[in-house]
């Protein structure tokens, strides 16, 4: 599975090789619930997702900030 693709079109991926002392425990629980097999893409979709939500967290704190001026009641109405 390619997990890129769950989450857009990031290009062409650069991989770059590393070691890394994860929780086996964590790691174990994150392929189950998730499907993935690989622990490569377990840690991608991991990424990813993490990424994802942080884009998401940053559209939120923009949404506050919109002053509304559109009459609700109207707008129901014409839907109607």
């Given at each position: 599975m390619d997990v890129?693709?769950?989450f857009g079109n990031f290009g062409?991926?650069?991989k770059q090789k590393m070691t890394?002392?994860?929780d086996e425990k964590l790691l174990a629980e994150a392929m189950?619930?998730?499907g993935i097999?690989?622990?490569?893409?377990?840690?991608e979709m991991a990424l990813l997702a993490l990424v994802?939500?942080?884009?998401?967290?940053?559209m939120?704190?923009?949404?506050?900030?919109v002053k509304w001026e559109a009459n609700l009641k109207k707008m129901r109405?014409?839907?109607?």
């Open positions: 890129r693709n769950l062409s991926a650069m890394l002392e994860i189950n619930l998730s097999t690989t622990t490569e893409n377990t840690i994802a939500e942080q884009k998401r967290q940053n939120n704190a923009v949404f506050g900030r109405r014409t839907r109607s």
